[in-house]
């Protein structure tokens, strides 16, 4: 199941599988001015980026149907996003998701609202810039 909702602002993907947690950072980008799609799944993931292109993607890692890590490889095989930058959010022991993820930035669950809209901005900024602009419709 997605809910989109609708802004002007960076798009920001969020892939986390317990609704009461995605509501609550749903809530928090959106209140700090983002464009934010919510999944609960992998699959979801996949297909809400494909669709919304967003520049930002932020992936529990451990997800009902696959892994984060596994989700962020997945979208990446993709060339419309393989410069997408992701953050992922877990509640796992810090050291060896550290050690897994690096170099992606990881938020360890509990986090702060202040935590979270700074981890999503810093990851818009250092976006890398698209390799080609889209051709212009004739």
Do not use: N, W
């Amino acid at each position: 199941m997605e809910e989109h909702r609708e802004t002007a602002q960076p798009k920001v993907l969020l892939v986390e599988d317990d609704d009461d947690l995605r509501v609550a950072m749903a809530g928090c980008l959106a209140g700090a001015g983002f464009d934010v799609t919510l999944v609960a799944t992998g699959a979801d993931a996949v297909r809400a980026a494909l669709r919304d292109h967003p520049q930002v993607m932020v992936i529990d890692v451990m997800l009902p149907d696959s892994g984060g890590l596994g989700v962020a490889e997945a979208l990446h095989r993709y060339p419309e996003l393989e410069r997408v930058p992701v953050l992922f959010t877990t509640g796992l022991a810090a050291p060896a998701v550290k050690a897994l993820l690096a170099p992606a930035p990881v938020l360890f669950k509990p986090f702060g609202r202040r935590q979270l809209v700074s981890a999503v901005r810093s990851a818009v900024e250092r976006r890398p810039p698209a390799s080609h602009a889209p051709a212009a419709a004739q």
